[in-house]
């Protein structure tokens, strides 16, 4: 039986290398407080369902989620605010 040891000193830890302006670029919202669910209403079933929202993939954001209750697809609209609350909204793919 061969046995594997590793020793914790022996793994590099390497700091962050941006400094606080470029992320301030990459998290434009501030101070991370940005929302990242949202509750809507499906447009098919009228069931609430909670979605998880992307900061990190812009201040603006449309894509496609189907519902987890009736696998209707939706077309999902975020607009993040200056702090850091999201404006969600889904519509029918079709419309």
């Given at each position: 039986?061969?046995?594997?040891?590793?020793?914790?000193?022996?793994?590099?830890?390497?700091?962050?290398?941006?400094?606080?302006?470029?992320?301030?670029?990459?998290?434009?919202?501030?101070?991370?407080?940005?929302?990242?669910?949202?509750?809507?209403?499906?447009?098919?079933?009228?069931?609430?369902?909670?979605?998880?929202?992307?900061?990190?993939s812009g201040?603006?954001?449309?894509?496609?989620?189907?519902?987890?209750?009736?696998?209707?697809?939706?077309?999902?609209?975020?607009?993040?605010?200056?702090?850091?609350?999201?404006?969600?909204?889904?519509?029918?793919?079709?419309?």
């Amino acid at each position: 039986m061969a046995v594997l040891m590793l020793s914790l000193s022996s793994i590099n830890h390497h700091p962050l290398s941006h400094d606080s302006d470029e992320l301030d670029e990459d998290f434009p919202l501030g101070d991370g407080a940005a929302a990242t669910d949202a509750v809507v209403y499906c447009p098919y079933c009228n069931e609430s369902v909670e979605i998880s929202l992307d900061p990190g993939s812009g201040p603006t954001q449309q894509y496609v989620e189907d519902c987890e209750v009736c696998c209707q697809p939706w077309t999902v609209n975020v607009q993040y605010r200056g702090d850091g609350a999201a404006d969600v909204s889904v519509t029918p793919l079709d419309e």
